[in-house]
C-alpha cells in the first residue's frame, strides 16, 4: 500500500536534505547485493532517524535489527563523543558489509554488533538506554517492548517501524497473519501503557514513537 502518491513521496525527499557519499554507496550495495533490499531505511526515514538523535543527543542507543547498517549509521551521528549505539541482527552474514561501512563512516569504536536473538541478548544488556529503534522480526514487537520499557531513561524514546504493515492493521485480520496480529498488540500495548506518551506517524510504513515519562 502506497501511503501517499509517488509524486507527493518524491516531492518530500526532494525537500530533504541528500543522503551522504557513504550512505548512497551502502543505499546501491544493498539493493544491488541483498535480498529483501525493500528493508533498508532509505533517505528520508534516515534523516528523521538522524535529526531525532541529534535532538536528543543520546550517550545510550539499541537498535533491534541491523539488516545493512543503514539506520544505525543514521542514528550515530547524534551520539556525542562518549556515546555507543548497540546494533542486534539474527543474520551473522551480512556483519562484514556492516562492519565495513560502519568503519567508512567513522563509527566503528562507537558501534557495538551483536549476533543473536534480541528476546536473548537484551535480558542481558545492563544499560541505561536514552533511545531505542525496532526494526526487526514483527511478530517479537510486544516481547521487545515489555523487555525495554525498563531499561529506557524517564525521557527517553523507543521507535518502532512497521507498524502500520502496508495497511493490514486497519484491514480483517487473518487468523494465520501472526505479524499484523503482533503489530496490533504493540500498538495497542504502547497506546494503554501508562509509563509512555506516544505518537503513531505515517512515515513510510508507520512508526510508533513513545517516551517514556
Known amino acids: 500500500m502506497e501511503f501517499i502518491s509517488k509524486e507527493l513521496d ?3 525527499n526532494d525537500h530533504t536534505s541528500s543522503e551522504c557519499e557513504i550512505l548512497s554507496a551502502l543505499n546501491h550495495e544493498t539493493h544491488t547485493s541483498v535480498l529483501n533490499p525493500r528493508m533498508i531505511s532509505g533517505n528520508l526515514q534516515g534523516q528523521f532517524l538522524t535529526m531525532i538523535s541529534r535532538m536528543l543527543q543520546p550517550k545510550c542507543i539499541l537498535e533491534i535489527g541491523t539488516y545493512t547498517g543503514y539506520s544505525a549509521i543514521c542514528l550515530a551521528k547524534g ?3 562518549s556515546g555507543v549505539l548497540h546494533t542486534i541482527d539474527v543474520n551473522e552474514e551480512l556483519e ?10 567513522g563509527f ?6 551483536h549476533i543473536g536473538d534480541a528476546s536473548l541478548v537484551i535480558p542481558n544488556m545492563d544499560l541505561e538506554l536514552d533511545l531505542v529503534f525496532i526494526d526487526a522480526d514483527k511478530k517479537n514487537y510486544p516481547i521487545y517492548f515489555d523487555l525495554l520499557v525498563d531499561k529506557i531513561k524517564p525521557g527517553g524514546w523507543i521507535i518502532a517501524d512497521n507498524v502500520l504493515w502496508s495497511g ?14 503482533a503489530l496490533l498488540e504493540y500498538n495497542k500495548k504502547v497506546q494503554d501503557h501508562p509509563g509512555v506518551e506516544n505518537l503513531l506517524l505515517p512515515l ?6 513513545c517516551r517514556k515519562i
Do not use: N, W
Open 10 to 12: 518524491r516531492y518530500c
Open 79 to 81: 551520539l556525542p563523543a
Open 96 to 105: 562484514d558489509m556492516t562492519t565495513r561501512y560502519f568503519k567508512k563512516a
Open 108 to 113: 566503528e569504536h562507537q558501534i557495538v554488533q
Open 168 to 181: 493490514k492493521v486497519i484491514e480483517e485480520l487473518d487468523s494465520s497473519d501472526k505479524s499484523t496480529k
Open 204 to 209: 513510510r510504513d508507520g512508526l510508533m514513537i
